[in-house]
């Protein structure tokens, strides 16, 4: 029997940390590892259009995303990976998509209003059209589901919702996927546990992927644990929540223990907390370097998935073609 669709992107904007790991990856990897769906997994480049970044830093961001995912466990046997912009299907759509979406509608992302504030010179009409293309990126496969978090299902009922317009006018078509809501742990600063986990901020407040050993010790030792006023606790906090994350279950309760009965020493808590990680990610680095040192492997996966997944992408394009009238 044919396997449901899932499919999920991501924007090459930089190394991955450790909250998109938890937040996205992991959970790419698990989906595929199930066994239920044929998933397909994009780098969604033409989304990083709307932001500022040279054509050689977008290339090379792309590489560096691609080694990190395969390295992460995306099996290219198993799943598809490919690069959006690689699947010209998806523009089309999009433009199609355009063409049925109010202003209204757009205007209401709060990821536009968001991103309004946070690149408010850069206020392109990328940023406003995004939600038509993202659910072109989503449609084109006829997913059974979608994986997505708190902060995406608006992006998810805008997609829905195109796909009633789209059928109400030309002829029922598009099903409406569902959404898979991952239960993401809120991954926190290590210097601002008030905030989430970003580069926006400063390396400091991260823990990539491929940071070596030495870095993360250095990174966690400079971490926030208790202040004056208590909010220290959240650091805490934090630092407990990786360790459930990417430790043993005996030494995450351990800690755990230790904090409600005041014996807890945030030295011995930062040093666990490295290792597990350093430790969770040891064959990640390995085969990340691998990969960076072989870029041809990682271009003959990326054409291999561009190919496969342009099979279906391009079956669903025809067919709106037609359905609208310009084929």
């Known amino acids: 029997m044919k396997k449901p669709i899932i499919l999920s992107g991501m924007q090459p904007t930089g190394n991955l940390h450790i909250g998109n790991y938890l937040g996205a990856l992991k959970h790419w990897v698990d989906l595929q590892n199930s066994g239920k769906y044929d998933c397909y997994f994009f780098i969604a480049d033409l989304h990083s259009l709307t932001g500022d970044m040279t054509a050689e830093e977008r290339r090379r961001q792309i590489t560096m995303l691609a080694a990190e995912i395969l390295a992460a466990g995306i099996d290219p046997e198993t799943s598809t990976l490919f690069v959006q912009?690689?699947?010209?299907?998806?523009t089309e759509l999009g433009w199609i998509f355009d063409c049925v979406t109010s202003i209204a509608e757009l205007e209401r992302m709060t990821q536009f209003k968001d991103k309004s504030v946070s690149q408010e010179k850069n206020i392109n009409a990328g940023l406003f059209t995004y939600p038509a293309l993202m659910a072109a990126d989503i449609l084109l496969y006829k997913p059974e589901a979608v994986p997505v978090g708190d902060d995406q299902i608006q992006h998810l009922e805008l997609t829905c919702d195109i796909a009633k317009k789209f059928n109400k006018r030309y002829g029922d078509f598009f099903k409406e996927p569902k959404a898979v809501l991952t239960k993401t742990p809120r991954i926190k600063s290590l210097l601002e546990p008030t905030s989430k986990m970003s580069k926006s901020k400063g390396m400091g407040h991260v823990i990539e992927l491929a940071d070596e050993p030495a870095v993360i010790e250095k990174k966690l030792k400079k971490a926030v644990t208790a202040t004056?006023?208590?909010?220290?606790?959240?650091?805490?906090?934090n630092l407990l929540l990786l360790l459930e994350n990417f430790s043993t279950d005996a030494s995450y309760k351990s800690f755990v223990a230790a904090e409600k009965d005041g014996s807890i020493r945030y030295g011995d808590l930062k040093k666990a907390v490295g290792d597990a990680i350093s430790t969770h990610f040891e064959s990640f680095r390995t085969r990340r370097k691998e990969l960076l040192e072989n870029h041809n492997e990682i271009a003959d996966i990326l054409i291999n998935g561009a190919h496969r997944a342009s099979e279906i992408a391009n079956k669903t394009l025809a067919d709106v073609r037609k359905m609208v009238g310009i084929r």
């Open 85 to 90: 912009s690689h699947v010209p299907a998806h």
């Open 228 to 237: 004056e006023g208590g909010e220290g606790s959240l650091g805490v906090e």
